[in-house]
């Protein structure tokens, strides 16, 4: 099969083989995969694009796992390391609440010392000070390394959580699911099986959770479509993913890859072969804090309905050498979608338009 023949079963509502998604990847045709992602996108989604008005809080950067392609984490009393005090990152969440923001995103690295408790008690306030705010916190590898801390099962650490208010989670820590990649590039990291099974954990408890993918460093292409087959299949058994995130990798400070950034030309491939590949997820976000604002505005034409949101400060991608900002304000994200062609339309961090009567 062509990448034609492989684009008209997508759009013809067929299921694309792990073959088949190769066979898009390696076709040089671009425009041809945008405009079959494009209409695949359509027909679910119509022309609105997604943002949402949110902050960015990660805790700290201490972590004891430290993957090879992370420039963000230290180990303890290295030059850079900090934490967040539980009322530095409340007065965080005020002003953004102030400001308007819907959703708090936090997300750290894995803490030497501090305990679960530390944890539950920086989502009870800012539950109780920040009402208006959707609490979206913590990794599938910081459930597990909260489980581990405090000898809980991983479903009774997510209990304690949730009931200290978590509402959904974001997507991280997924990497590359394959082992073998894996071990090259975050051999501390938990299993991508374990980071599978963790997911399935939080969508049995009606947790919402969010999946990434980090591409553009050792991994093939081969790699790329056993991940998102991986993610397929849980997302057939349980229906608890809200939308694919497809992370470029930011090269600075890491040996992986020779530091050479992800292109243009990989990353729209990569998100118009996610849409056309991955049926089951209804939502595609362009990061465009890793992308750059110019790739994640015409990914809006190559399957994406979702632009992710203000962001605000953003420490992970900036430290590994992301030149995009580090906050974009709503009415430049707004712009962005316009001037694509397409009707920008703010989300809560459930997928429902902000405004809108709710169904
Ligand atoms: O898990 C770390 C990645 C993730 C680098 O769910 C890197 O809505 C690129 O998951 N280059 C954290 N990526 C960020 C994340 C995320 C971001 C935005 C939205 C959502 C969501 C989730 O960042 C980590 C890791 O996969 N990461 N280092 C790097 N050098
Ligand atoms: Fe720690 Fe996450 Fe960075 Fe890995 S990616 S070193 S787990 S902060």
Redesign the pocket.
Known sequence: MNAKEAAQKALAGERLSAAEALCLYRSDDLLLLGEAASQANEKINGDRVFYNVNRHVNPT?L?V???R??A??RSEGEAGAYLFTQDEILEKARFAAGEGATEIHIV???HPTLPLEWYLEVIRSIRRECPTLHVKGF?A?EIDHFAKISALSIEDALKKLMDAGLMSMPG??AEILGEKTRQRI?PE?ISGQKWLEIMETAHGLGLKTNATMLYGHVESLEDRVEHMALLRDLQDRTGGFQVFIPLAFQPKASDLAKGSPTTGWDDLKTLAVARLFLDNFRHLKAYWVMLGEKVAQVSLNFGVNDLDGTVVEEK?AHDAGATSREGMGREEIRSLITEAGKVPVERDSLYRPVGEALP
């Open positions: 950067n972590c796992n430290r993957c392609f992370c963000f984490s750290g690295g894995l990794t590898v991280g820590g975050c990291k992970i």
